[in-house]
């Protein structure tokens, strides 16, 4: 790039929302106060933490501010409440174990800086478990920033196909973007929960085209548990995340493709909800939704699922993520 960190001249906003991250919240902080571009402010949302988090930076990052929510309400709604707060330009929604190489913060505004249509600018990560990212950081190189445009159309198509691809952590949006695609005045409606990264995507790649660098510019911290998540809850989220999104055809310009896949997604969430649910006994409640489903649109599959649950015929099992269901 050919600005100098002292001439790029933004405002960059960190919104980090923490709920019992006391193991990984200082790293993530101290990575930000190591940035080669100087963050402008940085809020901390703790979502009702048994440690509070302000006793936790109160000396150590007295810069750093921090709001409580007295119980915990998702990671939607903290994020909702630091967004309320800023005044960057531009918004960096961070969580609380992931870590930034010295020159995101620079890389990612140079980009957005110079390409004023752009929405947002995301980066690519390395992965590590188990809080094994000092060695990865340490032995981190900066290199030449590989950068990739993506139009509308192709941005959203490629995010549909690779939707692990993008992250909020990776991801400097636009102030104004994120105030154009918001929801009932939020970046992230409250309904849509475990799914709301998603969500956010689809309605920027819908209005904006971005840019994105293909080297690594961080660390996506993964637990050890992350793949043993409610399988229920996650397919009932991208459910109801695939239906608002089908209702928000008149906000956004989704094409005609784009929406047969959205009730595509949403008819095979359906199904893979309501086969979870038969097979935790609750049959029923699993009948109920795919009626849901039927009326909505009378798929083959979903009927398929139907009478093969009313028949009682046992159903194969299936691997997603190194889960049964």
């Given at each position: 790039m050919n600005k100098s960190c002292h001439q790029l001249n933004v405002k960059v906003s960190i919104v980090i929302p923490a709920y019992n991250n006391e193991e990984t919240l200082c790293a993530t902080l101290d990575a930000l106060s190591n940035q080669t571009l100087p963050a402008f402010e940085i809020f901390v949302v703790d979502?009702?933490?048994?440690?509070?988090?302000?006793?936790?930076?109160?000396?150590?990052?007295?810069?750093v501010n921090v709001i409580r929510h007295e119980q915990n309400s998702g990671v939607q709604n903290a994020r909702n409440t630091g967004y309320n707060m800023v005044t960057?330009?531009?918004?960096?929604?961070?969580?609380?174990?992931?870590?930034?190489?010295?020159?995101?913060?620079?890389?990612?505004?140079?980009?957005?800086?110079?390409?004023?249509?752009?929405?947002?600018?995301?980066?690519n990560f390395e992965k590590c478990y188990d809080l094994g990212s000092a060695q990865i950081a340490a032995e981190h190189t900066p290199i030449e920033s590989q950068i990739q445009y993506l139009t509308v159309d192709s941005g959203l198509s490629y995010y549909l196909e690779n939707t692990g691809r993008f992250l909020p952590s990776f991801t400097m949006f636009r102030k104004t973007t994120l105030d154009d695609i918001s929801v009932q005045?939020?970046?992230?409606?409250?309904?849509?929960?475990?799914?709301?990264?998603?969500?956010?995507f689809i309605r920027l790649l819908a209005k904006y085209p971005i840019y994105v660098i293909s080297?690594?510019?961080?660390i996506?911290?993964?637990?050890?548990?992350?793949?043993?998540?409610?399988?229920?809850?996650?397919?009932?989220?991208?459910?109801?995340?695939?239906?608002?999104?089908?209702?928000?055809?008149?906000s956004f310009p989704f094409s005609p493709r784009h929406l047969k896949l959205f009730e595509r997604m949403r008819s095979s969430a359906?199904?893979?909800?309501a086969l979870l649910l038969s097979r935790n006994k609750q049959r029923q409640a699993a009948l109920a939704i795919?009626?849901?489903?039927?009326?909505?649109?009378?798929?083959?599959?979903?009927?398929v699922?139907?009478?093969?649950?009313i028949l009682r015929i046992p159903t194969r099992k299936r691997n997603f993520e190194g889960q049964e269901y």
């Open positions: 979502d009702g933490s048994d440690i509070e988090v302000q006793a936790l930076l109160q000396t150590a990052y007295p810069a960057g330009t531009y918004v960096l929604f961070l969580d609380a174990d992931d870590i930034l190489f010295p020159e995101f913060l620079f890389e990612m505004a140079t980009v957005l800086e110079a390409n004023k249509a752009a929405g947002a600018c995301i980066a005045g939020v970046p992230f409606p409250p309904e849509v929960w475990g799914n709301e990264d998603f969500h956010l080297n690594p510019l961080g996506y911290y993964l637990r050890n548990n992350s793949l043993s998540r409610d399988q229920i809850g996650v397919w009932a989220s991208r459910a109801v995340a695939m239906e608002s999104l089908i209702e928000l055809e008149r359906q199904r893979r909800h795919l009626k849901t489903e039927l009326r909505r649109s009378l798929g083959i599959k979903t009927l699922v139907f009478f093969m649950l």
